[in-house]
């Protein structure tokens, strides 16, 4: 069903943000497999409505292509939203890139419009859906970080790491103004996961290489994930060899984490000044 649902809606719907592929796309189908209803968003509706077809059968799907690089886009994306009557209880903040290279290697306008996609639209669509989360006192606002925000920082995606530390954050203090509100908030921290993610950064070839054992499945993360933000766990980093990774850096002196970033970050980052 991709027609609007009648104004008078009031089911609480899962708004995924990313939901064309990757984490994204699992999370929609981990929500529909919890009879969820969904909003879904991305730049390309092909295969957002090729996904809604998937999913309808088992809840109401509502596709509603966007690119959130627009920074007009998160209010527009809210008004939509409004005008079809529908209610979001969930927020799942999951689109995200990555810019390969060193930071000049691109120019401003590149940087500007990755945080934009990645720090600028996940703040603003939680300003804006969570007074309606408050004053139902139920919500769930579901940020998908990454380890990258939990370690030092790498040559290379230079702003990457530092956009998802922001998120964590961000998660971090959102959660605990509304810990008496119904609304949980939580930072999902994912590392190497099965996606398009490495495609489009230029880092198929060389990640490819790592060990399997570092490596997630998509669906599995986002299964994880919702079972963190519903029980009201504010961070989350799926996978014992993640969770391994973060607790090793976390004990090593500052010098010592950043030389050892710096040797392993050619293995998964594009470093082409």
Same mark, same amino acid.
């Not at 999913?55 to 509502?62: G, N, S």
């Not at 998660?171 to 996961?193: D, I, K, M």
């Given at each position: 069903?991709?027609?609007?649902?009648?104004?008078?809606?009031?089911?609480?719907?899962?708004?995924?943000?990313?939901?064309?592929?990757? =984490?994204?796309?699992?999370?929609?189908?981990?929500?529909?497999?919890?009879?969820?209803?969904?909003?879904?968003?991305?730049?390309?509706?092909?295969?957002?409505?090729?996904?809604?077809?998937?999913?309808?059968?088992?809840?109401?799907?509502?596709?509603?292509?966007?690119?959130?690089?627009?920074?007009?886009?998160?209010?527009?994306?809210?008004?939509?939203?409004?005008?079809?009557?529908?209610?979001?209880?969930?927020?799942?903040?999951?689109?995200?890139?990555?810019?390969?290279?060193?930071?000049?290697?691109?120019?401003?306008?590149?940087?500007?419009?990755?945080?934009?996609?990645?720090?600028?639209?996940?703040?603003?669509?939680?300003?804006? #859906?969570?007074?309606?989360?408050?004053?139902?006192?139920?919500?769930?606002?579901?940020?998908?970080?990454?380890?990258?925000?939990?370690?030092?920082?790498?040559?290379?995606?230079?702003?990457?790491?530092?956009?998802?530390?922001?998120?964590?954050?961000?998660?971090?203090?959102?959660?605990?103004?509304?810990?008496?509100?119904?609304?949980?908030?939580?930072?999902?921290?994912?590392?190497?996961?099965?996606?398009? #993610?490495?495609?489009?950064?230029?880092?198929?070839?060389?990640?490819?290489?790592?060990?399997?054992?570092?490596?997630?499945?998509?669906?599995?993360?986002?299964? =994880?994930?919702?079972?963190?933000?519903?029980?009201?766990?504010?961070?989350? =980093?799926?996978?014992?060899?993640?969770?391994? =990774?973060?607790?090793?850096?976390?004990?090593?002196?500052?010098?010592?984490?950043?030389?050892?970033?710096?040797?392993?970050?050619?293995?998964?980052?594009?470093?082409?000044?």
């Amino acid at each position: 069903m991709h027609d609007s649902p009648p104004a008078s809606d009031t089911t609480g719907h899962a708004l995924v943000t990313g939901a064309s592929a990757g =984490i994204g796309a699992a999370m929609a189908r981990e929500y529909a497999r919890r009879g969820k209803p969904l909003i879904l968003t991305a730049r390309r509706e092909d295969r957002l409505i090729a996904l809604a077809d998937e999913l309808e059968a088992r809840v109401p799907c509502t596709v509603l292509a966007a690119d959130l690089a627009d920074p007009a886009v998160p209010e527009a994306l809210f008004r939509q939203v409004s005008e079809l009557g529908l209610h979001v209880d969930t927020l799942v903040n999951n689109a995200g890139y990555g810019v390969g290279g060193h930071y000049l290697a691109q120019p401003w306008p590149t940087h500007a419009q990755f945080l934009q996609v990645m720090v600028n639209a996940p703040c603003e669509l939680a300003h804006l #859906f969570l007074p309606a989360m408050q004053e139902r006192r139920y919500g769930r606002i579901l940020n998908v970080a990454s380890l990258a925000g939990r370690v030092p920082g790498s040559p290379g995606h230079t702003l990457y790491g530092a956009a998802k530390a922001l998120l964590v954050t961000f998660s971090q203090s959102l959660a605990l103004e509304n810990t008496a509100t119904g609304v949980h908030v939580c930072a999902l921290c994912p590392g190497f996961t099965y996606s398009e #993610f490495h495609d489009i950064t230029g880092t198929r070839e060389r990640v490819s290489k790592l060990p399997r054992w570092m490596w997630m499945r998509a669906d599995d993360v986002a299964r =994880i994930g919702v079972d963190a933000v519903e029980r009201g766990q504010i961070v989350c =980093i799926p996978g014992r060899v993640n969770r391994a =990774i973060k607790s090793l850096f976390k004990l090593l002196p500052d010098g010592l984490a950043l030389r050892t970033m710096q040797r392993r970050a050619k293995q998964f980052r594009n470093q082409d000044a």
